[in-house]
Every structure is written in C-alpha cells, then in structure tokens.
C-alpha cells in the first residue's frame, strides 16, 4: 500500500468522480484510476462501486476513508513538524519596527535571537507604524512593531502589547521649558498648551509620533506651528540639535539622545504610546517569526 495510493482514493471518495480527483491531486486520470485499481488489487477488495458510471463506496471503501485520512492527515502533520524544525535552522525573518524602536528595544533582542538561531536572515523594515501596518497587509512583513490602536480601516491584524512608553520634549539645552531658569537647571514638567508659541520640529507622514502631537494640540485649542516637517527619527533630533525647534519623542530615544538636548516631560495626563507586535490574522506566521515574538516578550519582561 502506497501513500499516493491513499491520496488517490480520498480524492475519488470525496468527489465521487475519477476526473474530478485526478485534477485535484494533478495527476492524469488513467494514472489515479491505474493506481487505485492497484490498492484494490493490494487489499483484495473494491473499494468503489462503478455502476453506469456512477461513483460510490463499497463496503470496504467505507471502512478504508477514515483510516486512509487519519493517515495522510498523521503524514501532514509530520511535514509540518520537520519543516517547523528546518525553518530554526535556516530561513528568514521579515520585522518591521519604528526607527525608535529600532535603535532602542530591538538590538539587544536580535543580538539574543541570532545567538539562539544564527541561520535565520533577519531582515528589518524601518518605518512609520501606519506604514508598517499598509505593509503587514500586503504580506511584505511577518512581524511588526506597531503603535496601538490600529488606524481606521485597518486589517485584520492579531497584535499582543509589548510596552507603554511616556512620550516626552526634546529642545536645545538653551532654550527655557517647563520654567526651567537656566540650562543647567532640571526642566520642570511642561503642558501641551505651553507648546502653543513654539516651533516644532515634525516628522513625516506615516508616523504616529505626528498624529499623537497634533492631535493632543488641537485638544487643547490650537493648531501646531511647524519650522520643519517631513523628517526621520534621526533627522528630526538633528534638526533640534542645530536649534530649529522642539520635538515631541519617546522617552526611549530622548533616554539615548545624548547631552547636547534638554529633555522636558509633559504634565500630568501626559502622552503616551503603547507598541504591540502584530501579525496577519489570516496567515500564521513561520516558525522563526513566532520565535522572534517570543525572545520579543521575554526581552522586554526582562526590562520591566
């Protein structure tokens, strides 16, 4: 007894028609009805009844169906284990994440990850998180970092909460917020109305860092004036840098921001952002990709 052999019988069983299966399973139709002649010869019994053309189940062909799929089905099973198992070992991972977060959380996560699973690529994808969203949906990416909640209109996307992160105001050491008196003075907590008169740094579209800010001045009843717009995390602390304006981060990269920036947090309620990773609802994602996820998860309760 043959496993193609199986697979051509379930096939005629479940279509009860020899033409039919043998283009489900790709094969010509003299072949499968060749082969299943074949298991009838091998278990010394018909297995279909063939009366004017007309397609059933014998006796045994009744008793062989559900010990024939539990056997293809036992045979998929242990495909999907073995390649479960290949794709630690060699492979690729495709993660998105937001520049902050890739300069901040990821690195020593994938430094774990590559020690665990060197074969595996790992292949990031930098970007904003509605874009890394647009992204998960086109099936460009297995993972992403993104930014609770989704936007409007979103895929279907099954997301697990990794951090919350206060969001703070990064400016020139020189300039005076939160009544701060001098440059080398603490900066006292700032409110998003006192950010009415400043001129803002902004980043580009596709980031969630510009909707939160503009959105929390607009709350408060005015519109955000902006010096520059359209830049990178990187581009955005090197525009205030050189004095341009202020900016709106996360605390993760004002942490790694160096001393050359004042970094002001915002009063009480604040802002605040929450990551999650997320993968497409309808296609689970490799093996390598929900290992990632996991050193993800443990990385960070290690942090907190």
């Known amino acids: 007894m043959q496993f193609q052999q199986l697979l051509y019988f379930v096939a005629v069983a479940e279509t009860r028609h020899f033409t039919h299966a043998a283009e489900r399973v790709h094969v010509s139709q003299p072949s499968l009805s060749q082969q299943v002649r ?12 063939r009366a004017r053309g007309n397609i059933a189940l014998t006796d045994a062909g009744e008793a062989l169906l559900p010990l ?5 089905a036992d045979a998929d099973t242990a495909r999907h284990e073995v390649q479960e198992l290949v794709q630690l070992r060699r492979g690729r991972v495709r993660l998105g994440a937001t520049p902050s977060l890739c300069t901040g959380l990821l690195p020593d996560a994938l430094r774990t990850f590559h020690d665990l699973h060197p074969g595996i690529q790992l292949l990031i994808e930098e970007s904003g998180s509605h874009d890394l969203v647009r992204e998960l949906a086109r099936g460009s990416l297995d993972l992403a970092l993104i930014v609770l909640p989704l936007p409007p209109a979103s895929p279907a996307l099954t997301t697990v909460e990794l951090l919350r992160e206060e969001l703070v ?13 001098t440059a080398a003075a603490p900066s006292s907590p700032v409110r998003i109305a006192d950010l009415r008169d400043q001129p803002l ?8 860092l510009r909707e ?3 959105t929390a001045c607009r709350a408060e009843g005015f519109e955000p004036g902006f010096t520059v717009e359209g830049g990178e995390m990187d581009a955005v602390l090197g525009f205030v840098r050189a004095g341009l304006g202020i900016a709106v981060v996360p605390s993760m990269v004002a942490d790694r921001a160096g001393r050359d920036l004042r970094v002001t947090p915002l009063a009480r309620p604040g802002l605040r952002r929450t ?30």
């Open 169 to 181: 105001v990064v400016s020139p050491p020189e300039l005076r917020l939160g009544g701060a008196p």
């Open 38 to 49: 074949a298991l009838e010869k091998e278990l010394g019994a018909e297995l279909f009844s």
């Open 201 to 208: 740094v902004m980043f580009r579209h596709g980031y969630d």
């Open 275 to 304: 990551i999650a990773l997320a993968h497409r609802s309808d296609v689970a994602p490799p093996r390598a990709a929900r290992e990632l996820q996991r050193v993800l998860l443990d990385t960070q309760a290690a942090v907190v």
């Open 68 to 72: 024939a799929r539990r056997i293809l």
């Open 212 to 214: 939160l800010t503009v």
